[in-house]
């Protein structure tokens, strides 16, 4: 007759420890708050406090370290530092056991949660959430797990909603916040308003003025900032391109705020996109005191459309560049430099593509010295300025001329409304065809691409009315910017003026005749001819 014994098992098959040897499980905390505000940095302390406690009261726990994220949204692992250090060591074997306070603490995203939970549970690492008193090496607490961490998202998109909610709220009413440190030229005042800092604002005009009035790119106006010593508004004495574009386009410092021009497009990620008609944007007005004026502003934004247009062909050194054109091939005149000897040196203006192999006719347009142009631009802005008043009143009608979209605004309602009655036709398809099966597959797919073609044709007709809207309000703009710089602008000029320059002249064409036609930007043109052909 056969014997059996029974060997009975010495290691705890959840934890894996020594059944029979009182040994300590290897514990870590996690604690974390949603923002730094003074009150809940108070909480973070008082979570330390009372963990520290609570494991030290177990004779079976060794805390081995207490992780904790301040300030950081619970809705993305990947922005908590100390969370994701505490997940590698725990993967490594330094941790056996993690407490936390909740599911909710932990992570708002079901997803994350689930995976991290899995991941630990394959080293043998177990989490306890204390609040729904869940252990997750216990076989039941999957389910239970999945339940309470889908709450807690919804939870969080609840609250996010909410937020939105809020701030959409302030936008309609016209309020909005100012993030003074990160933001040059302001300050909070009394009563929390919003005032000019007049030292930063100084340095703000010196900006636009070294774009609009010195012709200097958003890089060459970084380095000479760094150069000068200046300090950004987070007091870094490093400039950046992005920096010094990101003030020449903010319209707050003209007084004005565009809110809702970007919004999260996912609020788990916080991916912010830019709002291109998505919803509603609320442009308010008067709210707060400008630093640089509404005609200067737009101007720089003129400006800047204009360079990226022209791409490399401008250049910051050369006040002429990408404005004198060759009248023969269209292209750039460009600063040339004739003879090498110093005695001999001068500086002339010619075609670009004057000598290019593949210019088969080669331009006849001349060559122009700096003083020449200079004189003639003179020449040609005292003869359109003589009707100084006419030229302005002009720019003031078509503007209000421009500004009237009423027609395209009423119609690009319309094709939303009907934009949205497509969809709901699309819906009820897709019930008839999943829920009844009234309809045959060929049938459907009929119906189907019938109102597929008809939605994508409204789709196109609200981009372009959309379109020709931002364009018309756009030309409005510049016509009132245009017509409000002209007013402070001289009826008369003695000498050449670099500003006056700058402010007032779109483009000059050479013609064969060496003869030049100015176009200002205020839509006025005139040619100036040479007295001599040659010089």
Known sequence: MSRITVIEPTLNPVTHTPIFEKAKRKVAVYARVSTDEEEQESSYEAQKEYYERYVKSRDDWSLVSIYADEGISGTNIKKRKQFVQMIDSALAGEIDLIVTKSISRFARNTLDTISTVRALKEKHVEVYFEKENIWTLDSKSELLLTIMASLAQEESHSISENVKWGIRASFQKGKYGMPYKHFLGYKQGENGKIEIDEEEAKLVRYIYKLFLIEGLTAHCIAQRLMKEGHL?????????????????????????????????????????????????????????????????????????????????????????????????????????????????????????????????????????????????????????????????????????????????CSSLEETKTEMELVEGMVKVLLDKRGKTNELSEEEFMKQYQTLDQRFKKLEEKYKKLRNDITIKKGKKASFVAIAASLKEEPKNIVKWSKETWMLTMESAVVHKDKSITFKFYSGQQVRISFRYLFS
């Not at 391109?241 to 565009?258: D, F, M, P, Q, W």
């Not at 709002?275 to 720089?300: A, T």
């Not at 004198?324 to 010619?350: A, L, M, N, P």
């Open 232 to 408: 950004t508004a987070t007091k870094n004495p490093r400039w950046s391109k992005n920096g010094v574009l990101s003030i020449l386009t903010n319209e707050k410092y003209c007084g004005r705020a565009l809110l809702q021009k970007g919004y999260v497009e996912n609020y788990l990620d916080h991916k912010v996109v830019k709002n291109n008609g998505v919803l509603p944007k609320y442009l308010v007005e008067g709210y707060h005191p400008n630093i640089i004026e509404v005609c200067d502003w737009e101007r720089v934004q003129a400006e800047i459309k204009r360079r990226d247009e022209i791409g490399s062909s401008y250049s910051c050194s050369d006040i002429f560049s990408a404005k004198i054109i060759c009248e023969d091939c269209g292209g750039f005149y460009g600063r040339k430099v004739w003879h090498s000897t110093d005695s001999y040196k001068r500086i002339i203006y010619q075609c670009n593509h004057k000598f290019d192999k593949d210019n088969a006719h080669k331009c006849r347009t001349p060559h122009l010295t700096e003083q020449e142009i200079m004189d003639k631009f003179v020449e040609a802005y005292n003869s359109i300025m003589v009707n100084k008043e006419k030229i302005i009143n002009d720019l003031i009608e078509l503007s209000e001329l421009l500004g009237d979209t009423d027609n395209e």
